[in-house]
């Protein structure tokens, strides 16, 4: 709850919130230790030293004000490795000198002026020299020595083998999490395209959680194929073994006189339509292989298709090239349920395709009376039947004209969305695929 705001700035999938619980404890890690010792250890040692030269400093101006030294040296500088050059005051810089990235060289500075009353300025021009200005009775004196004298040597070493060991350490981390990973994205591979209606080959591998939840994945599949196998085969069975005493039926029609078979072979005909909107509805959305296909040339071809049939259809709008993954079959299939239920419930049928580089979207609209929005979910339903929305004199279905499009549009991972249209006024309905 107190850190809700933070989920915005999260990473999303799994692999980068481990690598973010990967990375930021080592990142920390390096901080809190790159602060101890700078605070403790060489900040400390920077400190002993200086205050180690300060007493030198002292030292050889007490000698140069006693005389027992000039202001260019003597053999007491020579020992402290120090060399000694008499200044005039304006040769004496204003202020100190110090390069912006040199952070020892602040805590010099800061420790000098404290223990060196005599001190003018401080000059740190790189990594080897140290000048430093001091008065004394002869005048200003400029003393110039080793800057290892004051400061630790190679102080970075520490920050480079930090940062080295860090990211070797961290790569190898990296490897050893993308394999971890690499069974999980292999199971949601399988997961996603079983969705879609296909079957990826998976074998379960990984850690132990990850083999149980694979296991469990491919007994879900299982079953899963296992009940639409036997809901296949049970409605291809009803089917052939209704059409043997529909053909009897046929037969023992066409005895009587034609006033009183008319409506007879109507009523078988009727049944054997609903028989195959029954098999229809069991085999479409698992019917063929995804395979890659132009939908622009498929929309027109089964457009041309229906104005050939008569049928009172447009394509008003086609856009976009290239080919997406479907099943030819099922989605021409749910396409002409479409255009089926519009032309039945309206006068004429508009149908447009879309392209883009993300989605696949086919639209058919009609100007019919439509499906009230709150009876849309139920509309998608099998066997549903909307005799308030739809007049059903105009023609008569079992109610899975919408229900297979809805199939067809999950197996290839879309959806069916209703709405009304803005052109025609009538029932508007999409499938939308995503790329």
Same mark, same amino acid.
């Given at each position: 709850m107190f850190f809700g705001w933070l989920k915005q700035y999260m990473p999303r999938s799994l692999y980068g919130r481990a690598a973010l619980i990967l990375v930021l404890p080592v990142v920390l890690l390096q901080l809190v230790v790159s602060v101890v010792f700078i605070q403790r250890h060489f900040e400390g040692v920077t400190r002993q030293m200086t205050e180690t030269v300060s007493r030198e400093l002292r030292l050889v101006i007490g000698a140069v004000e006693a005389g027992e030294i000039d202001a260019t040296g003597g053999p007491l500088t020579e020992t402290l490795e120090m060399t000694l050059a008499p200044?005039?005051?304006?040769?004496?810089?204003?202020?100190?000198?110090?390069?912006?990235?040199?952070?020892?060289?602040?805590?010099?500075?800061?420790?000098?002026?404290?223990l060196l009353p005599e001190l003018m300025v401080l000059e740190l021009p790189d990594d080897d020299d140290v000048r430093v200005f001091v008065r004394t009775e002869a005048g200003p004196l400029e003393v110039e020595f080793d800057r290892l004298r004051v400061?630790?040597?190679?102080?970075?070493?520490?920050?480079?083998?930090?940062?080295?060991?860090?990211?070797?350490?961290?790569?190898?981390?990296?490897i050893y999490l993308r394999n971890q990973l690499?069974?999980?994205?292999?199971?949601?591979? &399988?997961?996603? &395209?079983?969705?879609?209606?296909?079957?990826?080959?998976?074998?379960?591998?990984?850690?132990?959680?990850?083999?149980a939840a694979g296991n469990a994945f491919l007994d879900m599949r299982a079953r899963i194929e296992r009940q639409i196998e036997q809901r296949t085969l049970m409605l291809s069975g009803v089917s052939h073994d209704l059409r043997t005493p529909l053909t009897r039926l046929r037969l023992g029609l066409s005895l009587l006189d034609e006033e009183d078979r008319a409506p007879l072979e109507r009523d078988v005909d009727e049944m054997q339509r609903l028989l195959d909107e029954f098999l229809s509805f069991v085999r479409d959305a698992s019917e063929g292989e995804a395979e890659p296909t132009d939908p622009v040339a498929l929309v027109r071809d089964l457009v041309e298709d229906c104005q050939r049939a008569g049928q009172p259809v447009e394509l008003s709008h086609a856009a976009g090239e290239g080919e997406v993954a479907l099943r030819p079959v099922a989605m021409r299939r749910a396409v002409e349920n479409l255009i089926s239920n519009a032309v039945r419930y309206g006068s004429r049928a508009d149908v447009s395709v879309e392209l883009t580089d993300k989605s696949l979207r086919i639209r058919v609209e009609d100007d019919g009376p439509g499906i009230p929005t709150d009876q849309r979910e139920e509309a998608m339903r099998p066997f549903t039947r909307l005799d308030e929305a739809r007049n059903q004199n105009s023609g008569s279905g079992v109610g899975l004209g919408l229900s297979i499009a809805v199939d067809v549009a999950r197996a290839h991972g879309g959806v069916l969305r209703l709405g009304q249209s803005d052109t025609l006024g009538g029932l508007r309905a999409d499938i939308v695929i995503a790329r």
């Amino acid at each position: 709850m107190f850190f809700g705001w933070l989920k915005q700035y999260m990473p999303r999938s799994l692999y980068g919130r481990a690598a973010l619980i990967l990375v930021l404890p080592v990142v920390l890690l390096q901080l809190v230790v790159s602060v101890v010792f700078i605070q403790r250890h060489f900040e400390g040692v920077t400190r002993q030293m200086t205050e180690t030269v300060s007493r030198e400093l002292r030292l050889v101006i007490g000698a140069v004000e006693a005389g027992e030294i000039d202001a260019t040296g003597g053999p007491l500088t020579e020992t402290l490795e120090m060399t000694l050059a008499p200044r005039s005051r304006m040769e004496v810089p204003r202020e100190n000198l110090r390069r912006w990235y040199d952070f020892s060289g602040l805590i010099i500075i800061d420790e000098l002026e404290q223990l060196l009353p005599e001190l003018m300025v401080l000059e740190l021009p790189d990594d080897d020299d140290v000048r430093v200005f001091v008065r004394t009775e002869a005048g200003p004196l400029e003393v110039e020595f080793d800057r290892l004298r004051v400061s630790a040597r190679n102080p970075h070493q520490l920050f480079a083998n930090m940062l080295f060991f860090g990211i070797l350490l961290t790569v190898i981390a990296f490897i050893y999490l993308r394999n971890q990973l690499r069974p999980i994205k292999r199971l949601a591979r &399988a997961a996603e &395209a079983f969705g879609r209606g296909r079957h990826v080959p998976y074998r379960p591998s990984g850690a132990i959680e990850v083999r149980a939840a694979g296991n469990a994945f491919l007994d879900m599949r299982a079953r899963i194929e296992r009940q639409i196998e036997q809901r296949t085969l049970m409605l291809s069975g009803v089917s052939h073994d209704l059409r043997t005493p529909l053909t009897r039926l046929r037969l023992g029609l066409s005895l009587l006189d034609e006033e009183d078979r008319a409506p007879l072979e109507r009523d078988v005909d009727e049944m054997q339509r609903l028989l195959d909107e029954f098999l229809s509805f069991v085999r479409d959305a698992s019917e063929g292989e995804a395979e890659p296909t132009d939908p622009v040339a498929l929309v027109r071809d089964l457009v041309e298709d229906c104005q050939r049939a008569g049928q009172p259809v447009e394509l008003s709008h086609a856009a976009g090239e290239g080919e997406v993954a479907l099943r030819p079959v099922a989605m021409r299939r749910a396409v002409e349920n479409l255009i089926s239920n519009a032309v039945r419930y309206g006068s004429r049928a508009d149908v447009s395709v879309e392209l883009t580089d993300k989605s696949l979207r086919i639209r058919v609209e009609d100007d019919g009376p439509g499906i009230p929005t709150d009876q849309r979910e139920e509309a998608m339903r099998p066997f549903t039947r909307l005799d308030e929305a739809r007049n059903q004199n105009s023609g008569s279905g079992v109610g899975l004209g919408l229900s297979i499009a809805v199939d067809v549009a999950r197996a290839h991972g879309g959806v069916l969305r209703l709405g009304q249209s803005d052109t025609l006024g009538g029932l508007r309905a999409d499938i939308v695929i995503a790329r």
